[in-house]
């Protein structure tokens, strides 16, 4: 955990240093080159990790899969750029290397395009982004970040009425991952507040939480899907926590927060989702991946609550999230290590020195 804290550390001193720079001087070069080296710093490391997080052996087998697959037959299972980079991938390295290098590529290159469009103060987003879990060393569930960091940069084509660009866009993240289908409704829910009628949909939701859990349940097992591999990542089968952060923001951002922007309301409209679908899920095997699709929101959600706080002093509700999402964090990757990041390891050699003796022929081939 050392490495990933001083690497924390370094990306967000260097994110201050740039913000400064911007704010003090207007060097909108200096602010550049230090956004630049943060995500920088943040593609390397994910690209030449071994053997980190579940997802790098998961895919690996999805790999196999797709690979013994005529291309008809697994696009009805797989997105279209998951099985052309397996291919790629497999022709370049015989090894899934390739991929985790595009993949670490595309999400942080939109992510980045993204984060600076919605903030130009990126310290406090790039803190969250490690704090909310949704990004880590690992690029945990890395198809589903690439189709978010694609949808939060399309955003951009809402506010300037490009629609055709937005859909395009769209589209793209849903040749990544599925997930993006919810991207599609962001147009309408720029629109309308529809936090006006919150109250009704939690009460609601919360009341039909169980007969909702037994139909979900019911269709996961008609389905044949492998509920013990999801039992086994949720935490204690429930989205307590989830719920209890989402409604902890959902609340400040509603009686915090000034008179709304266009995209105010778009961001406390996906607030309000993610605290309606964690109360949906909770209880459902595997429902955490269904709110972690809007979950990394949060990256922008809470600065824009912080910004436009009726509070005059910020400062405090930052520490206030910093503390929320901190224990968040400090369950899920400290106490469980949920997404098997520990230790860190790269295709070269050992980053930690705690860690077992790996090297690039200890890779798991194709062949």
């Keep these: 955990m050392t490495f990933y804290i001083l690497v924390f550390s370094f990306c967000i001193g260097i994110a201050l240093i740039a913000q400064n720079e911007l704010s003090t001087q207007n060097n909108k070069k200096n602010y550049s080159l230090g956004v630049f080296l943060v995500f920088s710093l943040l593609f390397i490391i994910s690209a030449i990790r071994f053997n980190v997080g579940t997802d790098y052996i998961v895919y690996q087998n999805h790999a196999k899969n797709i690979l013994a697959l005529p291309f008809k037959e697994a696009v009805k299972e797989f997105e279209f750029f998951f099985i052309v980079l397996v291919h790629a991938s497999n022709y370049l390295t015989n090894s899934m290397q390739f991929f985790y290098v595009i993949i670490a590529f595309v999400m942080l290159f939109f992510l980045h395009k993204g ?66 289908i919810l991207f599609f409704f962001f147009p309408f829910l720029r629109k309308k507040d529809i936090t006006k009628h919150a109250f009704l949909g939690i009460a609601l939701f919360a009341s039909l939480n169980q007969i909702i859990n037994k139909f979900v349940f019911n269709f996961l097992v008609s389905r044949g899907l492998p509920l013990s591999y999801y039992f086994k990542l949720q935490e204690e089968h429930t989205s307590l926590f989830l719920i209890a952060i989402s409604a902890f923001i959902f609340f400040t951002g509603h009686f915090l927060t000034k008179e709304k922007t266009r995209n105010g309301i778009l961001y406390l409209n996906i607030n309000y989702l993610i605290l309606i679908l964690s109360i949906f899920t909770n209880g459902v095997p595997g429902g955490h991946r269904l709110v972690y699709v809007l979950w990394p929101f949060y990256i922008v959600i809470c600065p824009y609550i912080i910004n436009n706080s009726i509070l005059k002093q910020k400062h405090v509700l930052t520490l206030i999230y910093t503390i929320v999402f901190f224990s968040f964090f400090y369950k899920n990757q400290i106490l469980a290590n949920n997404s098997e990041v520990l230790p860190y390891r790269t295709i070269f050699e050992n980053i930690c020195t705690n860690s077992i003796n790996y090297n690039i022929t200890n890779s798991i081939y194709f062949s």
């Design 115 to 180: 984060l600076v469009y919605h903030n130009k103060k990126i310290a406090i987003p790039i803190f969250l982004l490690f704090l909310t879990t949704t990004y880590f060393m690992s690029l945990n569930i890395m198809r589903q970040m690439t189709s978010f960091a694609i949808g939060l940069y399309s955003i951009k084509h809402i506010e300037h009425e490009k629609t055709k660009n937005f859909y395009a866009l769209i589209l793209f993240a849903f040749l990544w991952h599925k997930s993006a």
